[in-house]
């Protein structure tokens, strides 16, 4: 499975965010994840051996392979920085592979840390 790239995603540190993501074959067809599952990765540019956050995601439609990760404002309390996003998806067979990744830049709240 080719390995795609994702756009840039930005938050600043703090917030709630709702990521929604697609997951595609190698030719383009989206993954259908009736019966299976996804996650959401989060580590630190040029680490990717120290994961910061892991996030179980909702498969809001299976059959069109679109599932969203959720952030809670707590996840990111003192996060300032670029971070790598990875996706990993398992289908009905539990095959797992990462389907995705891209960058991640979380900017610090005002007033964090005073």
Not at 50 to 66: D, F, M, N, Y
Not at 73 to 82: A, K, P, R, W, Y
Not at 85 to 114: M, W
């Amino acid at each position: 499975m080719a390995t795609q790239i994702l756009p840039d995603e930005e938050m600043i540190a703090d917030s709630d965010k709702l990521l929604t993501f697609t997951a595609y074959k190698d030719d383009g067809t989206v993954i259908n994840l009736i019966g299976g599952a996804a996650w959401w990765y989060l580590s630190p540019s040029g680490d990717p051996n120290h994961q910061l956050l892991k996030r179980r995601c909702s498969l809001t439609s299976p059959v069109g392979g679109i599932f969203t990760a959720f952030l809670d404002d707590v996840d990111t309390v003192g996060l300032d920085g670029e971070y790598i996003q990875q996706l990993e998806v398992r289908d009905s067979n539990n095959y797992k592979y990462r389907t995705a990744q891209g960058r991640f830049l979380i900017h610090p709240a005002i007033g964090e840390g005073l």
